[in-house]
């Protein structure tokens, strides 16, 4: 018979291995790219951000909405009819 | 899931350097906190109760646009850690590997992420490794990983991408399928029904699928893809059983499509979703025949927003799978090998989700399921059929979902009670295996702890 935990044993330790390294990797890098300015608001196209509702949802009554044309997250001016994907309503 | 003896202490350092790294690294804000502090948005924001993984609206979007959507540099490193105390209702003849008949305190499961994105078109979830605390082995988890562009169709703003994943449904932005549904936690601790159907889990990590999909004006979802078998030295070596289910027989077709709009207040979902595999039972080559499965569901979900940061949601799902064990019946993996209805079999499974959250904190979930399904003596134990039904309950507390948490806006726990009731087990509701047993037997409580930083 195969010893097949041996083998599992070595390859896991492999794989944990290899997985440390590069999350590790990634940590530093991520860590790096962190100290570099970072912008403060979505921009209107990464936001999908459209000027008309949106199966009856609108910037006017969603949580992020800022009167009377801001939005806490979209960069402005951003409309009150509008929508975007962040939409989320108003508690 | 197949225990895999591993060299425990030596695997367990680089594990707990990435845990204490993700500590060490935590930027300010708060999914995966990966996700997150990329978004620059609370859990709360992705998701429902402000804890994983009921995605709201903005989450099903950050996900099918590739999880890509970036405010600020992230560190793409997340963990979590459940842990839980079960009780059934009477003691369990055997106990579970390892552990007592009863009252067993186990960590359920302790996971490492890495989640973000890359530029504007590419970005991935990948838990990529899981420590299975009761059955004591290591293994991949749920992997998503995405190619996206935005597109204009028919004039509409719309999301096209790729989808590379190891589980069929775990690409999904819905919780209504097997994946990403409720209960979002369970344990392997306590006994749970034998019958299941093909697209639920046993091709979880098993299977590598690529998908392409379009989100057509933040409306209508379709994709269409196919998952075939990793080769059995890939599946030794990510710490899955190469033999359990099997290999898949060339492509196993996957497609879904839904339909999401608003109604009455609320986010309204409506969906299908099918899943067709011919499988070699134990990766075993006998002559033409394979074991043909054909899986096809239909699922909605609603959710609404209502006050001081309460919502209601609701998620049903209704799956049906067809099955044809030829290969399993003439190998006598099923069966003796003489009976000629072994092969065949239907299953209906359906199951329901219904939670109210309270000031974004407290949850309260109500969850009825049933399977029932073709009598089938060498399928299922007992009186051959596979009926199970019941209710599971959930209440749970998240306190720091807004990203308000002592130890850093990074670090987010849920706590919860969940009881399930059997109304039926394995077919019957008292004496289900001739040998006693009751259905009720099984009910369970659980408390857990659920952390992620």
Redesign the interface.
């Known amino acids: 018979m195969r010893n097949e935990e041996t083998n599992g044993s070595v390859s896991r330790r492999h794989f944990l291995n290899i997985t440390a390294v590069g999350a590790g990797t990634l940590a530093v890098v991520g860590f790096a790219d962190s100290a570099s300015a970072a912008p403060k608001k979505f921009t209107q196209k990464q936001a999908h951000y459209q000027a008309v509702p949106k199966s009856g949802q609108r910037c006017q009554t969603c949580a992020l909405w800022q009167p009377p044309t801001e939005c806490q997250q979209v960069e402005g001016p951003v409309s009150p009819a509008g929508w975007c994907i962040l939409y989320s309503p108003k508690s | 899931m197949r225990t895999?003896?591993?060299?425990w202490k030596?695997?367990y350092v680089?594990?707990a350097?990435?845990f204490a790294?993700?500590l060490v690294?935590h930027?300010p804000a708060e999914a995966v906190p990966a996700f997150a502090e990329q978004t620059?948005?609370n859990c709360a924001?992705c998701h429902v109760g402000g804890f994983g993984p009921e995605l709201?609206?903005?989450g099903r979007?950050?996900k099918l646009?590739g999880y890509t959507?970036?405010?600020?540099?992230?560190?793409?490193?997340s963990a979590m850690a459940i842990a839980s105390w079960t009780h059934t209702a009477k003691d369990q003849v055997p106990p579970p590997e390892h552990l007592g008949a009863n009252n067993n305190l186990v960590l359920d499961q302790a996971s490492?992420f890495?989640a973000?994105g890359v530029g504007e078109h590419f970005g991935g979830f990948a838990q990529?490794?899981t420590y299975d605390g009761v059955g004591r082995a290591?293994s991949w988890d749920n992997i998503d990983l995405r190619a996206v562009t935005?597109a204009r169709v028919f004039g509409a703003?719309s999301t096209v991408g790729l989808t590379l994943n190891n589980s069929p449904t775990a690409q999904d932005p819905w919780n209504t399928l097997s994946a990403w549904g409720f209960p979002f936690t369970d344990t392997a601790v306590s006994g749970t029904p034998a019958a299941g159907e093909l697209i639920d889990d046993p091709l979880a990590g098993n299977t590598i699928g690529l998908s392409a999909y379009g989100w057509f004006n933040?409306?209508v979802y379709a994709e269409v893809g196919g998952y075939r078998s990793p080769s059995r030295g890939i599946l030794?070596?990510?710490?899955m059983d190469p033999l359990d289910p099997g290999s898949v027989h060339g492509v196993a077709p996957y497609g879904r499509v839904a339909y999401q709009?608003?109604l009455a207040?609320g986010t309204f979902e409506i969906g299908a979703n099918m899943l067709k595999a011919a499988i070699l039972p134990g990766r075993v080559q006998f002559g033409s025949l394979s074991d043909h499965y054909t899986d096809w569901g239909i699922d909605s979900s609603w959710l609404k927003?209502?006050?001081?940061?309460?919502s209601l949601s609701a998620n049903v799902r209704f799956e049906h799978e067809r099955g044809n064990l030829r290969a399993s019946c003439a190998l006598a993996f099923v069966g003796d090998g003489t009976d000629p209805g072994c092969a065949r079999y239907d299953l209906n499974e359906w199951r329901a989700a219904v939670r109210y959250t309270w000031h974004g904190k407290v949850g309260a979930t109500v969850s009825p399921f049933s399977i029932t399904g073709s009598r089938n003596f060498n399928l299922y134990d007992g009186n051959g059929r596979p009926d199970s039904n019941g209710v599971l309950g959930q209440i749970d507390f998240t306190p720091w979902g807004a990203g308000d948490s002592p130890l850093g806006p990074r670090f987010n726990a849920r706590f919860g009670l969940q009881y399930t009731i059997y109304g039926k087990f394995n077919g019957r509701r008292r004496n289900y295996d001739f040998a006693g047993a009751n259905a009720r037997d099984n009910n369970a409580v659980r408390l857990f702890t659920w952390i992620a930083f």
């Open positions: 895999v003896k591993v060299g030596l695997a680089p594990g350097a990435l790294a993700a690294f930027r620059g948005r924001a709201t609206q903005f979007e950050f646009g959507l970036r405010m600020h540099k992230s560190v793409p490193i490492l890495i973000g990529l490794v290591w935005n703003d933040h409306k030794d070596f990510v710490g709009a608003d207040g927003s209502l006050g001081k940061s309460d």
